[in-house]
């Protein structure tokens, strides 16, 4: 027996001694060299990952933050910093409640300033008083004052205590002015008067 025909007579006996044959790759065979095991995966160089880091464009900076919005309304007068003012509150409040009394009286004691002058000469003996045909222009034009001062009086009171300044002192400065008018203004109607014009006559002797 030849070498040949014996080792076909041993082919049968290999498949028959109970392996399982290996699994066929049925992908189609590549042109160029042979399939990568399973679970490989190219990784390039060392040299070409730098390379390809520093080309890489930079990340685009992060978005800015937005704006703080200035708060409106009544939050608004926590803004300034300053710490409240609670006595400069108290006495300004208490001043213009004062002050709001003080100008209503002495707007009805203006458009009441005949019989005023007229009890005051009755005291002091002076005479009869004849009123000028001018005052009750001038009594409304006191009265105006007076209401115009202290509605500005009060509007600059409340920006001050807003901003939490010192506002104790407005009410001051007001009733200041507002005594200084009322001053002037009956100043002008006595000095005006020839009944009381007479009357210093007679006590200076002249």
């Known amino acids: ?20 044959p290996p699994p066929r790759d049925e992908r189609p065979r590549p042109q160029y060299g042979e399939y990568a095991p399973e679970g490989w995966s190219w990784q390039p160089p060392a040299d070409e990952r730098a390379d390809a880091a520093a080309s890489a464009p930079a990340p685009p900076p992060p978005p800015a933050a937005p704006a703080p ?71 409304l034009i006191g009265t105006v004052f007076m209401l115009a001062l202290y509605a500005a009086v009060l509007g600059w009171s409340i920006m001050r205590l807003r901003a939490r300044k010192l506002a104790f002192w407005v009410p001051l400065v007001g009733g200041a002015v507002a005594f200084l008018a009322t001053m002037v203004l009956t100043s002008i109607v006595f000095l005006t008067d020839p009944t009381f014009q007479s009357y210093l006559e007679r006590m200076t002797g002249v």
């Open 69 to 139: 919005t200035r708060a409106t309304g009544p939050a608004a007068a926590d803004t300034t910093g300053r710490p409240p003012r609670t006595t400069d509150r108290f006495f300004t409040i208490l001043l213009l409640a004062l002050g709001a009394i003080g100008a209503w009286n002495t707007s009805v004691s203006l458009q009441q300033l005949p019989g005023a002058i007229q009890g005051v000469y009755a005291d002091q003996g002076v005479g009869t008083y004849t009123p000028q045909a001018w005052l009750p222009t001038l009594a």
């Open 1 to 20: 027996m030849t070498q040949d025909e014996a080792a076909r007579n041993e082919t049968p006996e290999r498949a028959d001694d109970g392996a399982a």
